[in-house]
Nanobody, 124 residues
Framework: QVQLVESGGGLVQAGGSLRLSCAASGRTFSVYAMGWFRQAPGKEREFVAAIPWNSGRTYYADSVKGRFTISRDNAKNTVYLQMNSLRPEDTAVYYC?????????????????WGQGTQVTVSS
């Protein structure tokens, strides 16, 4: 079992930055691929970013490429999402996710564990 706890959400003006953190506890963090999804009110949950266990190639939704960066520190059991140039359409609850590596990152049902989410609100 893996427990995931997100932090770092909040209110920011358009063009600003936030860094989300996700602290993992439980089983060995380093073996899991990690990612972030988000869900805005009235919309479906959508993939944001993912990073394999070895921090190799990273994966991003087209809507965040060039603005968001996912990274992980296996020594700290933590994954991060640096979000720059934020837009009002980035407003959502952001969820940290973990999976036993499958090589498939874009669908929410590929992930085995979910955090409770952290709210990000971007004002125009």
């Amino acid at each position: 079992q893996v427990q995931l706890v997100e932090s770092g959400g909040g209110l920011v003006q358009a063009g600003g930055s936030l860094r989300l953190s996700c602290a993992a506890s439980g089983r060995t963090f380093s073996v899991y691929a990690m990612g972030w999804f988000r869900q805005a009110p009235g919309k479906e949950r959508e993939f944001v970013a993912a990073i394999p266990w070895n921090s190799g190639r990273t994966y991003y939704a087209d809507s965040v490429k060039g603005r968001f960066t996912i990274s992980r520190d296996n020594a700290k059991n933590t994954v991060y999402l640096q979000m720059n140039s934020l837009r009002p359409e980035d407003t959502a609850v952001y969820y940290c996710v973990a999976q036993v590596p499958s090589g498939r990152y874009y669908q929410w049902n590929e992930y085995d564990y979910w955090g409770q989410g952290t709210q990000v609100t971007v004002s125009s």
